[in-house]
């Protein structure tokens, strides 16, 4: 029998009805892939230029191949997964399986090979692409249990508040666990206590990763029409369903301004804290506040979207988190006061982007699954990671460039041009990537009401053939 092809299966998942249990298992999923992404993130381009000494360029040059990699497999991976999905109805188990690579590959990125010189550069390089890989064949199937679990818009919007929430938490221990670890294990040498604090992160991920696969039980919505193309056909029918999906591409303008934007700001904040303040000490609360206000705010910002819309909602975080940035060009001048609150706005503004972001992916999946006849549900959210990931890599190599070119050097006073690079990266450039997101958004079509027509649509285009063609487990 030929396998099922996920293009034309009639995807039924439940109105609503997800209980806490599903929701919480979801939810504490992004507390595994937010350890290890925000500590990669946050910590390791400064790794490799303060512990590694790896050069700028180097650095930032890993970085973006990692990340091209990462990108570039997300559409393979997606793809795959989708595959799959149609056959056994289940995308959980593909997370179970990749937890432990994740957690390990994690801490093997911040160790420190025998030799010096070029083998630094290449041992660096093959751990990244390693733990890309391994966190690519995990988040591909977390990012599209929405799609499956639920086609309620406002469900959805819940999943992902939880989520961020969960993204929040791991965000929160990573930034306070490392800085702490760091600082006790400091007797044993930088080096040393960065890869124990990677050990106890990696560890913690794999096990969070691997409970939450377990506690998503997902509906398993199968079907036996034959299969008209083949791995490389499913693949290659993403780009025509993109073409002909409008909100599709805003969100995709959305996730490159928002990671470019984001990255500046998180990836430069301990160069900020270190050469512009010089008050490392301020170090762990000013990590943990975005986190902090993520934690309280993601649940506002799915309030306010349920009693307005989620264009609106975006709106008003784009708004918020913008002030909060060009507060921050002006706390080189100022008191930590100001650096923490203009932190804070950054985290509450912030939150609500990936609300939003990740309650429309699935929105849109319906609007062409609608246009086209064809349902391209993981690999959509295959190619918003292809997006952002790609904007990652490209932020870490701008970052490593303009460091570079101002004469940064870790082991000096940093030089005015240095200073006023790594002020730039952190307030004024994701300021003005915040007000082009919010000119993109303004035009963001699907609201409460067309996401319920689409759905309707939907429905009636199904029924004749559902009664056929599905079977429930």
């Not at 997800?18 to 390791?44: E, K, M, P």
């Not at 609500?352 to 990740?358: G, I, R, S």
Request: with cysteine.
């Amino acid at each position: 029998m030929s396998d099922p092809d996920p293009a034309s299966a009639p995807e039924n998942p439940p109105a609503s009805g997800l209980g806490n249990g599903q929701r919480a298992s979801y939810g504490a999923g992004d507390i595994g892939f937010v350890l290890v992404w925000q500590g990669a993130a946050l910590f390791l381009l400064y790794f490799y230029t303060d512990i590694l000494h790896l050069p700028p360029w180097t650095a930032g040059a890993i970085y973006l191949t990692g990340m091209i990699w990462d990108a570039v497999s997300d559409p393979l991976v997606a793809t795959w997964a989708e595959r799959r999905a149609a056959r056994t109805g289940r995308y959980a188990p593909i997370i179970a399986w990749s937890a432990l690579p994740v957690g390990l590959s994690y801490v093997w990125m911040f160790s420190i090979p025998a030799d010096g010189g070029l083998s630094t550069a290449i041992w660096a390089l093959v751990s990244h692409l390693v733990f890309r890989t391994a966190f690519t064949c995990a988040g591909m199937p977390y990012n599209a249990l929405p799609a499956k679990l639920t086609r309620d818009s406002d469900a959805r919007t819940s999943l992902a508040a939880l989520r961020v929430v969960g993204a929040a938490i791991g965000g929160l221990a990573v930034a306070i666990i490392t800085p702490l670890l760091v600082q006790r294990a400091a007797g044993s040498g930088e080096a040393g206590a960065y890869h124990l604090a990677a050990a106890a992160t990696g560890g913690v991920a794999a096990a969070v990763l691997l409970l939450s696969s377990l506690g998503i039980r997902e509906p398993r919505t199968l079907t036996a029409a034959p299969r008209t193309t083949g791995y490389l056909g499913d693949l290659g029918a993403l780009w025509p369903s993109l073409r002909r999906n409008g909100p599709l591409q805003r969100l995709l303008a959305m996730m490159l301004l928002a990671t470019v934007g984001f990255g500046l700001f998180t990836q430069n904040m301990l160069y900020f804290l270190t050469h512009v303040l010089a008050r490392p000490e301020l170090t762990l609360p000013v990590l943990a506040s975005p986190a902090l206000a993520m934690i309280v705010t993601a649940p506002l910002w799915m309030v306010l979207a349920a009693r307005s819309s989620k264009r609106l909602a975006m709106l008003a975080g784009l708004g918020t988190a913008t002030t909060g940035y060009l507060l921050l060009g002006l706390a080189p001048a100022a008191d930590a006061a100001l650096t923490l609150t203009s932190v804070g706005l950054v985290g509450v503004g912030s939150a609500a982007l990936p609300v939003m972001f990740w309650s429309m992916v699935p929105d849109v999946i319906d609007y062409g699954q609608l246009r086209t006849g064809r349902r391209v549900e993981a690999r959509t959210f295959g190619l918003t990671t292809f997006v952002q990931k790609s904007a990652a890599g490209v932020t870490a190599l701008i970052i490593g460039g303009l460091l570079g070119w101002a004469g940064y050097s870790p082991d000096a006073a940093q030089t005015p041009a240095a200073q006023s690079a790594i002020i730039t990266m952190i307030s004024w450039l994701p300021a003005i990537c915040m007000v082009i997101i919010a000119g993109v958004v303004w035009g963001y079509p699907i609201d409460r009401r067309r996401h319920r027509e689409i759905i309707a649509q939907l429905a009636e285009q199904d029924e004749p053939a559902g009664h056929a063609t599905r079977s429930g487990g």
